[in-house]
């Protein structure tokens, strides 16, 4: 019997010691190794001493799971889960369970990341392009892109490209029109303002009648008008503009597209696809396009293309123009993006399939159909006289509905005006039942109104029903691909959804050393509340008496996030980082300008920047001056002084990423930050490394003014393959009044009245309990020691390989902070062996490759994260030095250099059953099978490597053709 004591037996449960990879005796090893006594030695040797933060965090004290668990069980029940009719782009939906349980709570499609590796990523990215034909299939247009954050933003993004293809070149003004839902034009309004577009709003009709340059219109529009706009469109475009339109996806399995309507850009929330409402997000807005205008497209798109056998093979087209390269001429600043959701959706229209589709989206019309009928029979008045799901009413009491509404659990859209009248309107969806609509009529009508759902029925067959102009309805078929066309039992569908899982590499196989990225653990226990229904089942607008549960969340973890950044406010509305900068980056040009400095716009960055630094910086209406890096990697501080100099008087702000994109902690950013408040800028933080910063040291006390956290690396939300993400940013006080407000929901703020940069108040909050679960399980203790690990993984790492190959930067102590970067060039230069070649080769490894050529062309930035436990960082060294090896003998001429492991690579199944493989210099077994500890473990790449130039040329992003497929 043991002789400990009760508290010692108790930590056996603390989530700690399962988030964090290496146990105590391995941390000591390699605390041993790298040359420090402890973690706290470590950390003096690596963190300037300016910068440490000397106190604890105030988030409280490390739990155990089954304790986490409890807490937030606790607030998900003070959230009250009332039947929606609210609608307004967020609609009740089934989840189908079989795509609940194999993707969006399985770790081999959510911890996936963004398929910048896609030899080992054929299932995502068919997943997606499913989705990209289903969006084209839906709209009548013929360029779809992978996915957006929200339909608001996706809108905005519309008039963006509206700008940028119209000929209408004198033209400065986008028109929208009166019925668009309120978000929606709220989020333009925020981006028109940064780009100096005049916006005119009104109704549909008059948008001829003006000068502009693109216009968008809501199909079916707020009230649920159906409207053809076939003749308004050829009028606009005579005038040169460009036509976007919002639309419902559920209404275009049944309506005429806006496509054939000649709309040249169609987009929109896929969320009533099988995704959760979650209290705003997160969902993938779709966004297609005429394919005129593919180098304007926003965003990622998903392309054909063909490997080296020439078998057809998936990829991101045109990924790497979009930011890294264009960086300020980018079209847009989306990094992460929805791609989770978008599989989600996409996955929902191949278990339905085309078929099942129009039973469900004429079911719910039918419903609808039968309740407009009930009411108008009972001479109620309707503002519309077309719908597809969505009645607007007038002149009733709404008062009294009200009342009699929320005592049933039911939510009723009451505010929405037409003119002078009080509107009530009700939009229903695919959960809605016949006994709802009795419900319904009971609410609306009171009781004993003598109405009956089987009779209007009755009445509806034998008449048919006019709700829908028969002009607009659907004449062309959808969704005639077979990939929709055959999953429609559970056990194919089940198996389709491994089958291409099976071809993705994700945390679940091996380590995702992916530098800036942190791709650490998503644990189970964190992820196990974004599907209960008190969180996931949420409408945005619901009253707020409703959420509780998520105003509790909502306001501890904004407290827990200011402290850990040592600022005074954040605001969790961007839907990712690059919107966090974004918003930010706002908050200081608006901070500007209410102190009469509206000529503030430079914006410095250093040349070491991630691109979405510049792309945001552009979006916000500012002006970019590159700041110049030493041979070291630091900023150049005298150049960042004389440029700071130079535009003084129109300086806006610095963006900058601490530590640095060099991975290393520059002593001289209290300088910096000096230096720009100095001439009177802001210090914009990029909190994408914040990894290295919990309870270590925190922007706010560093001296910055605004960062954005990427909730998906720092704060264990899964990357989704490529999204969905969070970016609040945090400010100081001095901010505080300038962050994003929302038109529909209030919070009695300073802030409440500016603009948004989201549809949704909190923007994802669906997936805000994943970090409050990481916060509240690790404490205080936990954060701080989990910063540590990171360290002292990525320095063990770092030490490891330095004697195979050479680090670019080391800072003080000769220590890297969480990430480090190793050089390939001079490899490169004495045999021939590309980074990319050695990104591949590990796939043959069953490794995903670290970020390559960021932010240096020719090398490899690896990020283990604390999660990595000391087997799997030796098992990447083991084979990271073992590649070395091979390109040794490339280098010594024993192998040609285009024909080697390594330039082969990755290495398929197809190449060891082809018997020409015989007259390789290498055998099968070098091939797949390097080390034995690959044979325990064997990833099998699907495709060999993906010629990209082929797919770029030859941009073909739809399904594969039937006769290609079979
Ligand atoms: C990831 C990253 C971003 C962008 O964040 P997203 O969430 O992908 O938009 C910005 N800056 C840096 C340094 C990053 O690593």
């Given amino acids: 019997m043991t002789t400990e004591t009760l508290t010692k037996l108790e930590q056996h449960d603390l989530f700690l010691s399962r988030h964090i990879g290496p146990d105590s005796a391995q941390q000591q090893e390699m605390l041993n190794f790298v040359g420090a006594e402890s973690l706290e030695d470590l950390t003096e040797q690596i963190v300037p001493e300016s910068i440490r933060m000397n106190r604890d965090l105030a988030v409280g004290d490390h739990v155990s799971e089954a304790e986490g668990m409890a807490y937030i069980r606790a607030i998900a029940d003070k959230n009250k889960v009332n039947k929606s009719y609210i609608g307004m782009g967020y609609y009740g939906t089934l989840v189908p369970t079989v795509i609940q349980r194999n993707v969006l709570e399985n770790p081999g499609w959510y911890t996936a990341y963004?398929?910048?590796?896609?030899?080992?990523?054929?299932?995502?990215?068919?997943?997606?392009?499913?989705?990209?034909?289903?969006?084209?299939?839906?709209?009548?247009?013929?360029?779809?892109?992978?996915?957006?954050?929200?339909?608001?933003?996706?809108?905005?993004?519309?008039?963006?490209?509206?700008?940028?293809v119209s000929k209408a070149k004198k033209a400065n003004i986008f028109f929208v029109a009166d019925d668009v839902f309120p978000q929606t034009l709220d989020v333009i309004k925020t981006r028109a303002e940064c780009f100096g577009f005049d916006i005119i709003v009104g109704p549909a009709a008059d948008a001829a009648n003006h000068d502009i340059f693109g216009a968008l219109f809501q199909y079916t529009n707020r009230f649920g008008q159906i409207t053809d706009f076939t003749e308004l469109f050829t009028a606009l475009h005579e005038k040169k503009a460009v036509v976007a339109v919002?639309?419902?996806?559920?209404?275009?399995?049944?309506?005429?597209?806006p496509g054939s309507m000649g709309a040249d850009v169609v987009l929109g929330n896929s969320q009533r696809f099988g995704v959760p409402m979650g209290f705003g997000g997160p969902h993938a807005a779709?966004?297609?396009?005429?394919?005129?205008?593919?180098?304007?497209?926003?965003?990622r798109i998903i392309g054909v293309s063909q490997d080296t056998r020439g078998n057809r093979a998936l990829r991101m087209a045109m990924q790497t123009r979009e930011q890294h390269i264009r960086r300020e001429k980018a079209n847009s600043n989306i990094c992460t993006a929805q791609v989770l959701l978008a599989n989600m959706a996409s996955f929902y229209a191949v278990f339905h399939g085309p078929q099942g589709l129009k039973t469900i989206a004429e079911r719910i019309h039918r419903l609808t159909d039968i309740l407009a009928t009930g009411l108008t029979a009972k001479g109620v008045t309707l503002v519309n006289n077309t719908w597809f799901d969505t009645i607007s009413i007038k002149g009733l009491d709404t008062a009294a509905i009200k009342t009699r509404s929320e005592a049933q659990g039911v939510n009723l859209r009451i505010d929405a005006d037409a003119g002078s009248d009080k509107v009530l309107g009700v939009s229903l969806a695919e959960t809605t039942t016949r006994e709802d609509v009795a419900q319904l009529f009971d609410i609306i009508l009171g009781e004993g109104h003598g109405l009956d759902v089987a009779t209007l029925d009755s009445n509806i067959v034998a008449n048919g029903s006019t709700s829908v102009p028969a002009a607009l309805i659907r004449t062309d078929a959808i969704l005639t691909h077979p990939t929709f066309n055959r999953y429609h039992s559970e056990t194919e569908m089940m198996r389709y959804i491994k089958r291409l899982e099976n071809k993705d590499l994700a945390l679940n196989h091996s380590m995702i050393s992916l530098g800036s990225c942190t791709m650490k653990l998503n644990a189970a226990t964190e992820m196990m509340p974004i599907t209960w229904p008190e969180f996931a089942n949420m409408h945005p607008f619901c009253p707020q008496d409703q959420a509780q549960g998520y105003a509790q969340l909502v306001s501890e973890l904004s407290d827990w996030l200011v402290d850990i950044t040592g600022y005074d406010t954040v605001s969790l509305q961007p839907n990712s980082g690059a919107q966090g900068e974004y918003a930010g980056l706002l908050a200081i040009k608006q901070y500007h300008e209410s102190r009469g400095d509206a000529h503030r716009n430079i914006c410095l960055i250093p040349q070491s920047a991630h691109g979405t630094n510049p792309a945001s910086a552009q979006l916000a209406g500012m002006k970019i001056v590159v700041t110049a890096c030493d041979k070291d990697g630091n900023i150049d501080m005298e150049d960042l002084k004389t440029k700071a100099a130079e535009v003084a008087d129109n300086l806006s702000c610095i963006m900058v990423t601490y530590p640095s994109t060099h991975g290393v902690y520059e002593e001289t950013i209290g300088e910096i930050c000096e230096v720009i408040h100095q001439h009177g800028g802001q210090v914009y933080l990029d909190g994408a490394n914040m990894n290295a910063q919990v309870g270590l040291t925190s922007p706010g006390s560093i001296g910055a003014d605004v960062s954005h956290l990427n909730l998906h690396k720092t704060f264990a939300i899964p990357h989704g393959g490529g999204g969905p993400g969070m970016g609040p940013i945090g400010v100081k006080k001095h901010l505080a009044p300038f962050l994003s407000g929302h038109t529909v929901v209030k919070h009695g703020l300073e802030s409440d009245n500016n603009g948004a940069v989201s549809a949704a108040p909190y923007g994802s909050a669906g997936i805000l309990p994943i970090t409050w679960m990481y916060i509240k399980l690790l404490g205080k203790q936990g954060l701080r020691q989990s910063t540590q690990m990171a360290l002292l993984n990525a320095n063990y790492v770092m030490k490891k390989l330095s004697e195979h190959y050479p680090v670019l930067y080391t800072g003080r102590n000769d220590r890297v902070a969480h990430e480090c970067i190793i050089d390939l060039r001079p490899l490169k230069e004495a045999s021939g062996v590309t980074e990319m070649d050695i990104a591949k080769r590990l796939n043959d490894?069953?490794?995903?490759?670290?970020?390559?050529?960021?932010?240096?062309a020719g090398t490899l930035m690896i990020e283990p994260t604390e999660s990595e436990s000391k087997v799997e960082l030796d098992r990447f060294i083991e084979a990271m030095i073992s590649i070395r090896g091979e390109a040794a003998r490339v280098e010594s001429g024993e192998w040609p250099v285009d024909n080697n492991p390594l330039s082969n690579a990755p290495h398929t199944l197809a190449d060891i059953m082809d018997p020409e493989f015989d007259s390789r210099p290498y055998s099968r077994e070098t091939a797949v099978f390097p080390t034995a500890a690959v044979k325990l473990n064997k990833f099998w790449p699907t495709v060999n490597r993906i010629d990209d130039v082929f797919g770029d040329r030859n941009l073909f992003c739809a399904c594969i053709p039937i006769a290609d497929y079979e």
Avoid: C, W
């Fill in 845 to 856: 490894y069953g490794f995903h490759a670290p970020t390559m050529s960021f932010p240096v």
């Fill in 246 to 257: 919002a639309a419902d996806i559920m209404s275009l399995v049944m309506l005429k597209s």
């Fill in 114 to 164: 963004t398929p910048y590796q896609p030899e080992i990523a054929q299932g995502r990215l068919e997943a997606i392009l499913n989705f990209q034909q289903l969006s084209m299939d839906l709209t009548g247009l013929d360029l779809a892109s992978s996915s957006l954050l929200d339909e608001a933003t996706a809108a905005a993004e519309a008039m963006a490209l509206a700008k940028r």
């Fill in 286 to 299: 779709f966004f297609v396009t005429r394919d005129a205008y593919k180098r304007s497209l926003p965003g």
